[in-house]
């Protein structure tokens, strides 16, 4: 699959094209820092931006995609329903306090952000059906243009398969080298899932980041190679293996840098290493078992 530039897509099942790269928000700090990061992005060529309620930055978001002066036609915008929220009412309250606070009238793709949340824990199943119902009547009146999974294990993709009219366009998972998930990939695929791959240098929920890949001596050893920053090396790899990278930084430089990953190719030897990557990145909890 060959991508000359950020602006390049892929293909979802129901036809939307998605740019190839996309900016992460993340544990990036509301308020300027997220105004100013976005502002950077968007001035670099990110044409793509994935965000969440969670992340509390979404007002800030908002402001900085108005600032940018990119219409907002050329923005591929993502949100996702919170755990706080599950059920048809709850689902279509969230969605609108997102688009209210992101400032917009509607969103590309919106995803269930986890599927077992602690508090719907006892009822897990029947909450993402409703919710899934809600975000069906959301796309029919064209506020979504696509719907998509977060975090999902192939039971909980089955589960909603059950009752979904709309299938499910994306699952979106921590996907990095040494963390391939390669069982959980294929079942996606089969299912007509893209992939969506965040926290792609590793980082994981709760985590402090001392196992973060870009300090693998793998990573270190194939950037002097390619002449690139370990970073860019673990971006192309994603990329290489057809899933779609969220990368974030907060510092323009980076920012940048991130989209310079169209101009090499690394070997299939070095993806399949890169791919059985031992020791890193730290371990990510299971959706079933996670305290939020």
């Not at 009412?89 to 952000?113: C, M, N, P, V």
């Amino acid at each position: 699959m060959k991508f000359n530039s950020a602006t390049d897509t892929f293909t979802l099942g129901n036809g939307v094209k998605i740019p190839c790269i996309g900016f992460g928000t993340w544990q990036t700090p509301d308020g300027e820092t997220t105004i100013n990061a976005v502002k950077a992005a968007l001035a670099s060529g990110y044409r793509h931006i994935d965000a969440a309620p969670v992340y509390n930055n979404e007002k800030s978001l908002g402001i900085g995609i108005k600032e940018s002066g990119v219409p907002r036609q050329d923005i591929f915008i993502t949100s996702k329903l919170a755990n706080s929220r599950r059920g048809y009412d709850q689902t279509i309250e969230g969605f609108e306090i997102t688009i209210k606070d992101l400032q917009l009238d509607y969103l590309d793709l919106y995803l269930i952000h986890w599927p077992n949340p602690k508090n719907f824990r006892d009822n897990w199943e029947k909450n993402n059906s409703e919710s899934w119902r809600a975000m069906e009547d959301l796309h029919k009146a064209g506020k979504i243009r696509a719907l998509g999974l977060s975090n999902f294990h192939v039971h909980h993709i089955d589960s909603l398969l059950k009752t979904a009219a709309v299938k499910p366009a994306v699952n979106q998972i921590r996907l990095c080298p040494g963390d391939t998930k390669d069982e959980l990939v294929k079942a996606s695929l089969d299912r007509g899932l893209h992939l969506e791959a965040y926290s792609p240098f590793g980082g994981t929920v709760g985590g402090n980041g001392s196992n973060n890949i870009l300090k693998a001596p793998l990573l270190i050893d194939l950037a002097k190679k390619y002449n690139k920053s370990a970073a860019q090396i673990s971006l192309r790899w994603c990329l290489q293996r057809g899933f779609l990278p969220l990368p974030k930084s907060v510092n323009p430089v980076n920012i940048a840098a991130n989209l310079d990953v169209f101009n090499f190719e690394l070997s299939e030897e070095d993806v399949k290493a890169l791919s059985s990557l031992e020791g890193y990145p730290d371990p990510f909890p299971h959706p079933d078992h996670t305290p939020f």
